[in-house]
C-alpha cells in the first residue's frame, strides 16, 4: 500500500471547495432538487406527447385509412418514431429514480438542516 502525501496545495483547492458548498448550500441543495424533478417532469412530458400522439394516430387511421405507399410509410414511421420517444421517456425516468435514490441520504439531510 502506497502512502500518498498529501499537498499544502491540494488541501488549499479542497478548502475553497468546501467553503463554497458551505456559503451556497442552499442553492446547491435547491438546483441538485429542481434538477432531479427535472427528469421526471420530461419523463411525464414526452409520456403524454406519445400517448397523445398515438391516439390522434388511431383516430386518423380510422378515419382516413392509408392507401398509397407513402401513407403507409408515414404510418410505420411514426410507430419507429414513438419507439424512439418512449426509449428517452424510459432513460428519462430510470435517471430520476437512480438519482433520487443516489442522493436520498443528502437530500434528507438538507432537509432536515432546512437549508
Known amino acids: 500500500m502506497t502512502d500518498e502525501k498529501v499537498t499544502d ?9 468546501y467553503d463554497v458548498l458551505l456559503r451556497d448550500a442552499a442553492d446547491v441543495y ?10 421526471l417532469y420530461s419523463g411525464v412530458l414526452l409520456t403524454c406527447m406519445i400517448a397523445f400522439m398515438v391516439i390522434e394516430q388511431l383516430i386518423l387511421y380510422r378515419a382516413v385509412p392509408p392507401v398509397t405507399p407513402y401513407q403507409w410509410i408515414g404510418h410505420g414511421g411514426s410507430i419507429v418514431g414513438y ?3 418512449g426509449f428517452f ?11 433520487r435514490r443516489k442522493y436520498a441520504e443528502l437530500l434528507k439531510i438538507a432537509k432536515e438542516v432546512k437549508v
Open 9 to 17: 496545495e491540494e488541501v488549499h483547492s479542497l478548502r475553497r471547495i
Open 30 to 39: 435547491a438546483d441538485m432538487q429542481q434538477g432531479i424533478d427535472a427528469f
Open 83 to 85: 419507439f424512439v420517444l
Open 89 to 99: 421517456a424510459f432513460r428519462w425516468y430510470r435517471r430520476y429514480f437512480f438519482m
